[in-house]
């Protein structure tokens, strides 16, 4: 079916729910792909046209009958098109992502947050460790440090170190560490995971590392594909890094200090790589998997097992 003109749209629809209906409808048509943020169509409409119009995602619902403006129309009407012409994720057009309830902003040099790691910290990691206890935390592979950010947040008196081998990352994570004015706590290290930390040891490690197969990266549709390679793809079983982060983990964690790692739809071949290391899997009230822990302890216990570099 072919869209009316654009024209027409702009003189038939007038509310934010009708053009919250109509972007939906457009996007289904489409055939996009849901899954930086929002699950769906309707709710990736809502979330471009509350933000195209400087509205709050949790806007109540009497003004949805608002009428927008022309030019707030026209505004709407061009994301709708970009996001459908452009197959990038959302965040990507309005530069901004949520996180463990907070805002960041995200372009096309760090992967759109959405990890369930964000349950974790707005639990402050308990009840696997004692979060009074905390006072150093290491985020590997930070991207645009999201998690060293939400961390900070939970763990006011910890310091975070957050890492990434990508420049370009780090540059997002510093405008983002500006804007949550958590430049004294949250320490950008340019490092290939634990190379620049010397012998540094944490309470907690946490990192949402790469972790998808070569072949499965290449079967992802096409928002995916707007993201950088370096963040998600991890060699032919997606344990490239999850390995490297293992392996030298107990060199870098405090005596009852936990590692937890995301490691996605690689977590069965973790788990076929390692079958003797007791990996605890843990489950989130929000939805998601693929997330395990480790304590120091079985670290140290089964650090044979990694290998050496």
């Known amino acids: 079916m072919t869209p009316p003109p654009k024209a027409e749209v702009l003189d038939t629809l007038v509310t934010i ?89 995200v372009d096309e040099r760090v992967l759109v947050p959405r990890s369930p790691i964000a349950e974790l910290i707005e639990n402050r990691f308990a009840p696997w460790i004692d979060p009074e206890q905390v006072r150093d935390i290491l985020d590997l592979c930070t991207g645009g440090g999201c998690i060293a950010i939400a961390c900070a947040y939970a763990f006011p008196d910890a310091v975070v170190q957050a890492v990434d081998v990508s420049a370009d990352a780090l540059s997002v994570a510093a405008e983002n560490l500006r804007r949550h004015q958590v430049e004294d706590r949250v320490l950008l290290v340019e490092s290939d995971l634990y190379a620049h930390l010397g012998s540094s040891r944490y309470d907690v490690i946490v990192s949402n590392p790469p972790y998808v197969n070569r072949r499965e990266w290449e079967e992802l549709p096409a928002e995916y594909h707007a993201e950088p390679r370096l963040g998600l793809e991890a060699g032919d079983d997606g344990l490239q890094c999850v390995r490297r982060i293992l392996r030298n983990a107990g060199s870098h964690l405090r005596t009852g200090g936990v590692l937890f790692v995301e490691v996605g739809s690689s977590a069965a071949a973790l788990v076929e790589a390692y079958p003797t290391v007791p990996f605890t899997w843990l489950d989130f009230e929000r939805g998601g998997e693929g997330v395990f822990l480790l304590t120091a302890e079985q670290v140290n216990a089964t650090g044979a097992l990694f290998g050496a570099e």
């Open 17 to 105: 729910r009708d053009y919250v209906r109509w972007g939906a409808s457009r996007f289904n048509e489409a055939g996009l792909f849901f899954g930086h943020g929002t699950a769906n169509a309707l709710d990736e409409a809502a979330a471009l046209v509350l933000h195209a119009v400087h509205q709050p995602h949790d806007l109540a619902p009497i003004y949805l009958a608002s009428a927008l403006t022309l030019p707030e129309r026209r505004m709407v009407v061009e994301l709708i098109e970009r996001r459908i012409a452009e197959r990038k994720p959302l965040a990507y057009l309005t530069h901004e992502a949520w996180f463990a309830g907070l805002p960041f902003y």
